[in-house]
């Protein structure tokens, strides 16, 4: 009896051994695919960002160089006329 018990528990203990053991390469890998995933979220975020950030200065710069243009030309006709 007391043989078939240290059997029963050494088995479980080789099971329980294994089952934990398997775990941690798969946690690796989805760590790894968690921080890959994490990498490429961030750099579009700030891709996306400073591509704004330039999109809105080249379209003040745009705006700001047609207004002064149209203002100027308004303001020569407008003295050519008198």
Request: aromatic letters at 2%; proline letters at 0%; hydrophobic letters at 50%.
């Amino acid at each position: 009896m007391k043989k078939f018990i240290v059997l029963a528990l050494a088995a479980t203990l080789a099971l329980s051994f294994a089952s934990c053991g398997g775990d941690a390469k798969d946690t690796s890998a989805d760590t790894a695919k968690d921080t890959a995933a994490a990498t490429g979220a961030a750099t579009d975020a700030a891709t996306e960002a400073a591509t704004d950030a330039a999109t809105d200065a080249a379209t003040e710069a745009a705006t700001d160089a047609a207004t002064d243009a149209a203002t100027e030309a308004a303001t020569d006709a407008a003295t050519d006329a008198e």
